[in-house]
Structures are given as structure tokens and as C-alpha cells.
């Protein structure tokens, strides 16, 4: 939610000041005021459709005796974690309408690290239903055998170290003000050293995307070869049973492609805003108006997502 563009997690400390001054002067253009109240309202239709969307998700799972299964505890820590998302939505809109901060140093500290501690949160327990799918596969008496306790215990952990990946950005980063033609704006300005911050972004990226990503693509390839096999020899009873479930692998493979395209061209943005001050000679306008997108298409996976559970459950 940073006002240059970077949205979700902040823009590098070196260039932040820069991008928030361009990002007001675009934005108080005359001619692209119906730009900016049209992302404003994309934003909000996104925020009301997800979070209804999500809690329609929380009671259905709740009421459901088809999810007393393992994939129970994992769906509703989803639509949880899509519903924390979802909640920074309201200040995203604000700072770009009024083109301020209003929420304090608590408010930078809390809602820059929540959309890092829900992205994580996310794509760690689509790892989680993944891994629990192909080893119900390989050892089926194994995973009957895990409680519901087991499964809490796990999605406790996966909150714990996602929360602790993000604990750094609410730690280095506080509110600065600055003079702009005599008006006083506010901001939250991450306080990394340059170096140290390009690393860290580094690091969050290989947690959020490439290494649950590679770990994913190698448990479904595997579940592949294993279905393809079932449909195409004899089995016995026994080893019907343990043919994965079509419908099942369908729903976590369908969101977990939703996460990537959602999250992917966001990450891409971030990092060459932290290796390259203007990527590509990009005008400011234009660089304002990709964070836009970017910041739309992140937000539009925790839409999407109840729409898969229920289509797809």
C-alpha cells in the first residue's frame, strides 16, 4: 500500500520520497481524476464482492459435513487469509482519494506487514493441501491417520514463520511527512538500507513464488504420472482407492494458478522497482498507473478464490 508503485509491500528506501511526489502529481491531474476514481471504485465493487464472497465461503464450509475432511481446516484458513487481505483495501482507496495517510505509524506498521503475512499465509497452506494430496496418494494410510489436531497444529505454524517473514517490514518502517507547495503530506517510508532491502524482497520473493511454486509443480507432476497410470491399467480394489480424486485436485491446482497470475506480474513490478529506479525509461505516469494494475490484479485472487471453492468443491 505504498503511494509510489509499490502497493502491497513498500517501494525501495533509496527512491520511495520520489515515486510518492510523482504519484500525487499524477493523481491530481485534471485528466486523470476519472482514471484514479475509476481504480478507487474497481477497488472497493473488488473489496464488497470478496469479503462477502469469502465469508459466504466460511459459513458453507462451516455448515458442510462433505468438509470434515482434511481440506476443512485448510479452506477456511484460506478465505481467512482473503479476508485479512481484503480488509487493507479500504485504506488503499482512501490514500489515493485524498492522496494522504491518515493512519498513523501504527496503521504503516500493521497494514504494510498484513498484506505480507496474508500472501505467505496463502501460499504455504495451497503447499500444505498439495503435499497432503500426493502423499494420500503414496501413503493413504498415513494421511487417514492424521487428526484434525495435527492439521491445526500445521496451519498454526505456517501462520507463525508467515508472520515472521513479514515482521521486518513492520519493524523498519515509520510515517515522515514532506512539504509539497506548501501543503504537508504524509507517507510510510520504509527505513532498510538499499542493499539490506534488496535482499530481504529477494528473499520474500523465493518464499512467496518460486519455492512453494517448485514444490508445487513437482507434487503435481508426480500426481499426474500417478493418475495417468490409473486410467490407463487394471486395478484392484485397493489401488482404486487410491487414485486421486479428480475434483479435489482440480479445485487446489485451479487456485493455486489463480495465486500465480494473480501475484506473479506483482512481484516481477516490485523487484524491478528495487533494481532499476525507473524500469525501462518509464514515464511517472505510466509507472503510477502499472502499480494500479498490479495492485488490482493482487487484490482480484481473494475475489476470485470463493468462486473456486464453490464451483469447484
Avoid at 515522515?176 to 532498510?192: A, E, F, I, L
Avoid at 513464488?209 to 509443480?217: D, F, M, Q, S, Y
Avoid at 489463480?258 to 509507472?287: D, E, H, R, V
Wanted: contains cysteine; proline residues 4%; glycine residues 4%.
Amino acid at each position: 500500500m505504498e503511494l509510489g508503485p509499490c502497493t502491497s509491500v513498500p517501494c525501495h528506501p533509496k527512491n520511495a520520497m520520489d515515486h510518492a511526489n510523482a504519484t500525487f502529481e499524477v493523481l491530481a491531474d485534471t485528466s486523470d481524476v476519472l482514471v484514479t476514481y475509476s481504480l478507487g471504485c474497481i477497488l472497493a465493487v473488488m473489496c464488497l464482492v470478496g469479503i462477502v464472497g469469502n465469508i459466504y465461503t466460511l459459513v458453507v464450509v462451516n455448515l458442510s459435513m462433505t468438509f470434515t475432511g482434511s481440506m476443512y481446516i485448510y479452506i477456511v484458513n484460506l478465505a481467512l487469509a482473503d479476508l485479512l487481505y481484503l480488509s487493507t483495501i479500504p485504506f488503499v482507496v482512501c490514500t489515493y482519494f485524498v492522496k494522504d495517510w491518515y493512519f498513523g505509524d501504527v496503521g504503516c506498521r500493521v497494514l504494510f506487514s498484513l498484506d505480507l503475512l496474508t500472501m505467505h499465509a496463502s501460499i504455504f497452506i495451497l503447499t500444505i493441501m498439495s503435499t497432503e494430496r500426493y502423499l494420500a496418494v503414496v501413503k493413504p494410510l498415513d494421511t487417514i491417520g492424521r487428526s484434525r489436531d495435527y492439521r491445526r497444529t500445521v496451519t498454526c505454524l505456517v501462520w507463525l514463520v508467515s508472520f515472521l517473514l513479514a515482521l521486518p517490514t513492520m519493524i523498519l518502517i515509520d510515517l515522515r511527512t514532506s512539504d509539497q507547495g506548501g501543503v504537508t503530506k504524509r507517507m510510510c517510508h520504509p527505513t532498510w538500507q538499499m542493499e539490506t532491502y534488496k535482499v530481504y524482497l529477494t528473499i520474500l520473493f523465493n518464499t512467496c513464488i518460486l519455492a512453494p511454486g517448485l514444490v508445487i509443480c513437482y507434487l503435481y507432476i508426480k500426481l499426474a504420472k500417478t493418475y495417468w497410470r490409473s486410467q490407463t491399467a487394471v486395478f484392484t480394489t485397493r489401488e482404486m482407492n487410491r487414485c486421486p480424486k479428480q475434483k479435489v485436485l482440480y479445485m487446489i491446482f485451479s487456485i493455486v494458478l489463480t495465486y500465480w497470475a494473480c501475484f506473479i506480474p506483482f512481484w516481477l513490478w516490485q523487484l524491478l522497482s528495487i533494481y532499476y529506479k525507473q524500469p525501462g525509461n518509464l514515464t511517472n505516469t505510466t509507472m503510477v498507473y502499472i502499480n494500479f494494475i498490479v495492485t488490482c490484479l493482487a487484490y482480484s485472487n481473494s475475489c476470485i478464490n470463493p468462486f473456486l471453492y464453490t464451483l469447484l468443491s
